[in-house]
Structures are given as structure tokens and as C-alpha cells.
């Protein structure tokens, strides 16, 4: 953790608020330890979390959460020094990674923005007021299949969460400073 945050600041003249641990490494213990080397939070996966809260994450035909709560919940750890853990929607990384290269970008953008209005359609009765939607990619450079290495996708999809007054994208880490969790 020490040689990873030493070599964060060498490449960006600062210190990394959050780590992404490789194969999603993640325990009690880690999870103490990066907090106590001033990591205020970590991206895990979907599956670890499912197996942490003894609930299967269901799926609709089209791949929609039937429950996005859970999913879409920062978390805190409860070790000795606490960690933030946000948790990747795996599906969203497969549609990314394997589903959209091949499509119109376009199409594509459309069809992941609706998915993500079908996710905050089913948050508007949550007893909280901000989720985050996690989206991580692990290095599968899925890029190359999209048309301009995915250049036209990620225009048309972020234009279209611009025009959107409901939703923000955000750095995980501006996300829990700003909601104090």
C-alpha cells in the first residue's frame, strides 16, 4: 500500500484519496490498513458486497436491478479506522467492456442512460437522498472495439447526463466529502 501511494505521488504530485485494490483484495484488515495510510475509500465489487450482506443482487431480463438500494449505498467500515467503501455495479463494467464496442455510439449512450434513469426512477422513494452509481472498469480496454477508441461514446453519453438536472457525475471522493459520510 505504501510502495502504490509512494508511486501515486510521484506520478501526480499528490496522494490518492481512494484505492482500487487489484482482484478486489478486500478484508477487514486491508481495509484497516489503507485507512490508517490516509486511503479514505475503495471500490469493491458487486459480489463482495452480495456475499458481505447475504443478498443476491436480481436482475430483470434487460439487466436492471429489481432493488438498487443496497448497490447504490456508500459504506463505512467498522474496523479500527474506518473506510469508505463504494461498490462497482458489475453489469454496467460487462456492458462496457463486452456489450457496447460494437455498437452505434450513440445507441449505445442512449441505451446506458436509460438504464441509469431506470435505476434513479427505482431509488425515488430511498430513505436517503444521494446515491452513487459506481462504474469501474478494470483494465479490459474495452476501447479499442468502440468507434474513435470510445471517444464518440463517452461524448454522447456524458452530454447526455449534462443535459440532465437529475443526475451528477462525480469523484467518488468529492461524493463522500460533500455528503460527510
Known amino acids: 500500500i505504501e510502495l502504490a501511494i509512494e508511486k ?23 481495509a484497516d490498513l489503507l485507512s490508517k495510510c490516509g486511503i479514505s475509500w475503495s ?10 450482506i447475504k ?3 436480481m436482475r430483470d431480463f434487460e439487466g436492471n436491478l429489481e432493488n438498487p438500494y443496497e448497490l447504490m449505498t456508500n459504506y463505512v467500515t467498522k474496523t479500527k479506522h474506518p473506510l469508505n467503501l463504494v461498490f462497482a455495479d458489475s453489469f454496467f463494467a460487462n456492458l462496457l467492456n463486452f456489450g457496447y464496442g460494437n455498437y452505434d455510439s450513440q445507441i449505445a449512450a442512449n441505451d446506458l442512460y436509460e438504464k441509469i434513469k431506470t435505476i434513479q426512477f427505482k431509488l425515488q422513494n430511498s430513505p436517503k437522498e444521494n446515491h452513487i452509481l459506481t462504474i469501474a472498469l478494470d483494465g479490459e480496454n474495452c476501447w479499442e472495439t468502440y468507434q474513435n477508441d470510445g471517444g464518440e461514446f463517452l461524448n454522447a453519453l456524458y452530454g447526455l447526463i449534462n443535459d440532465d438536472d437529475s443526475l451528477e457525475t462525480v469523484l467518488v471522493g468529492d461524493f463522500i466529502k460533500e455528503r460527510r459520510l
Open 8 to 30: 501515486y505521488k510521484e506520478i501526480f504530485d499528490k496522494k490518492p484519496k481512494g484505492i482500487w485494490l487489484s482482484e478486489q483484495c478486500i478484508c477487514s484488515k486491508t
Open 43 to 52: 471500490v469493491v465489487d458487486e459480489g463482495i458486497l452480495s456475499k458481505s
Open 55 to 57: 443478498k443476491e443482487f
